[in-house]
């Protein structure tokens, strides 16, 4: 059973930053890709970004331009850099394993990061 922990969520204003990390308890190397979802109150899990572990990254169009994913296949680790943050980010943003933009695993415990106005 894999296990997801994801942190760094914060509450932040409108324009700021953050960066969240997920801790993988496997090995990810082989894993292709790993990305991160966000969860934004009464809604479904929303998938934003996905990394290779050869570094090719995609976005989806609410966050292209603003976050950025990085991998580190040594450490298990996914972290997203956010900037430019809005309000309409706010929600509780998981990490996991991606086939096509569906997640493969069961759900960590998520980090939740606030944007205010």
């Known amino acids: 059973q894999v296990q997801l922990v994801e942190s760094g969520g914060g509450l932040v204003q409108a324009g700021g930053s953050l960066r969240l990390s997920c801790q993988v308890s496997r090995g990810i190397s082989m894993i292709n890709p790993m990305g991160w979802y966000r969860q934004a109150p009464g809604k479904q899990h929303e998938y934003l970004a996905r990394i290779t572990s050869g570094g090719t990254a995609d976005y989806a169009a609410s966050v292209a331009g603003r976050f950025t994913i990085f991998r580190d296949n040594g450490n298990n680790t996914i972290d997203l850099q956010m900037n430019s943050l809005k309000p309409e980010d706010t929600g509780m943003y998981f990490c996991?394993?991606?086939?096509?933009?569906?997640?493969?695993?069961?759900w960590g415990p998520g980090t939740q990061v606030t944007v205010s106005s």
């Open positions: 996991n394993a991606v086939a096509g933009t569906r997640p493969r695993w069961n």
